[in-house]
């Protein structure tokens, strides 16, 4: 049983809320071309370090006929996701070992997982298990923007907190976590040198900013509400017993939000966040 990442990384809520959005059919369009996946097809898709399972949810949706297997290594999220997502088969297991036979995979997947893996087995294990014409997509979070609400900024209190408490860095050397980070060019590359064709790259741009038409009220909440347990879930990853206080702050602030958002007193804050999509395949 391995809960290191959902304890001391990421929490569930962190990622499911935040993948949701990105992962919303609103932006299905976006992601659509980069897969070029035939959305008819009886496809059997792996995802790799699927987290809380919100990109395998979305895919389940996207490609209907598709046989969805998701792993990760962390039980906590194979947890949430097997008692929370229907249609995708979710199992604990490890993408340096994966649990599959040789060339019994259509298209590998995996949203933000590279960087963690030492580059020739992470590539090296999903060729192994594609079929030959199989498709290897990477997804890759490239720095994006956020503009706070002022509402939203750091509170003294919380600066006070986290300067008292050990670095993060700390934590996330001993936990193997971006040992392996790779820049726009090096990751196409790296999949060539590994064995891959046919290699090309695209992106995915999204936009999450509450206030803006476009987005319907439950997914502009949706929104705050992530940043909510986006800061709440790292504050209790701290486990320093003084938690409770920075909890309140953190709540007061982001039901302010809701409150300046249902009264529609715009504060246009955004998170712009942007994903790079590497496909390419196995001859
Ligand atoms: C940044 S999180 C991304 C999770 C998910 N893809 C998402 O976007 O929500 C990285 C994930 O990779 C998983 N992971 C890291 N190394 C792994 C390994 N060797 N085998 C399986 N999963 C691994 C972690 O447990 C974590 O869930």
Redesign the pocket.
């Known amino acids: 049983m391995n809960t290191v ?1 959902s304890e001391h990384v ?1 929490g569930i809520m962190t ?2 809320l935040s ?1 949701k959005l990105r992962f919303d059919d609103m932006f299905f369009g976006q992601y659509k071309n980069s897969f070029d996946l035939d959305r008819s097809a009886c496809l059997k898709i792996l995802e ?5 399972g ?2 395998a949810e979305s895919l389940h949706r996207w490609y209907p006929n598709a046989h969805i297997t998701a ?4 039980s906590n ?1 194979i947890s949430f996701a097997k008692a929370n997502i229907a249609g995708v088969d979710f199992m604990e ?4 070992e994966l649990p599959f036979e040789d060339n019994s995979f259509d298209v590998t997947i ?4 590279q960087e ?2 030492e580059p020739t087995v992470f590539w090296g294990e999903q060729r192994r298990v594609l079929k030959s014409g199989g498709v290897c997509l990477c997804l890759s979070a490239r720095k994006g923007l956020r503009c706070a609400a002022p509402c939203l900024e750091t509170t003294e209190k919380e600066k006070v907190f986290w300067e008292s408490v050990p670095q993060p860095e700390d934590d996330l050397e001993e936990f193997s976590v971006c040992r392996f980070p790779k820049s726009e060019s090096e990751i196409p590359a790296s999949m060539e040198e590994n064995g891959f064709t046919n290699v090309t790259t695209g992106y995915a741009i999204i936009d999450l900013t509450p206030d803006a038409l476009k987005y319907p009220g439950q997914m502009a909440e949706l929104m705050i509400e992530a940043m909510r347990k986006n800061d709440i879930e790292a504050v209790q990853s701290v486990r320093s017993g003084h938690t409770d206080d920075i909890i309140s702050v953190i709540n007061s602030k982001y039901d302010e939000r809701i409150r300046l958002y249902r009264e529609g007193i715009k504060q246009w804050d955004t998170t712009v966040s942007v994903t790079m999509i590497i496909r390419g395949m196995k001859q």
Do not use: E, K
Not at 48 to 52: A, F, R, T
Not at 93 to 96: I, Q, V
Not at 110 to 113: D, P, Y
């Open positions: 990442w990421q990622l499911y993948r790799i370090g699927c987290g809380p919100a990109l792993i990760d290594r962390d999220f297991g490890d993408a340096m995996s949203n933000t997982v963690h893996i």
